[in-house]
Nanobody, 118 residues
Framework: QVQLVESGGGLVQAGGSLRLACAAS????????MGWFRQAPGKEREFVAA????????YYADSVKGRFTISRDKAKNTVYLQMSSLKPVDTAAYYC???????????WGQGTQVTVSS
């Protein structure tokens, strides 16, 4: 499994921006899909965005398209989630995840809280 450590969460006003980072270690990531999920209180965990480590194919949930951008830095073994035009509904714990392709999401970070005030 891949070890994942998130950072960058916090409190921001609606319309603001935050950048989350996910540092990965423990495996060569060339065959991995890296993703971000989020879970709001009382709700199920939902997919936010993903990127293939090898060739930068991008995937987004409809709810964040045009506002969030996922990227990765191979030299730093880090995946980023740039979040802009944040809304109160984006308030959640955000989790970094990794999976082989093909495979299932089986590596998870500890999560980082994002709170958007109105």
């Amino acid at each position: 499994q891949v070890q994942l450590v998130e950072s960058g969460g916090g409190l921001v006003q609606a319309g603001g921006s935050l950048r989350l980072a996910c540092a990965a270690s423990g495996r060569t990531l060339s065959t991995y899909l890296m993703g971000w999920f989020r879970q709001a209180p009382g709700k199920e965990r939902e997919f936010v965005a993903a990127i293939t480590w090898s060739d930068d194919r991008l995937y987004y949930a409809d709810s964040v398209k045009g506002r969030f951008t996922i990227s990765r830095d191979k030299a730093k073994n880090t995946v980023y989630l740039q979040m802009s035009s944040l809304k109160p509904v984006d308030t959640a714990a955000y989790y970094c995840a990794a999976r082989l392709v093909p495979g299932t999401w089986n590596s998870w970070g500890q999560g980082t809280q994002v709170t958007v005030s109105s």
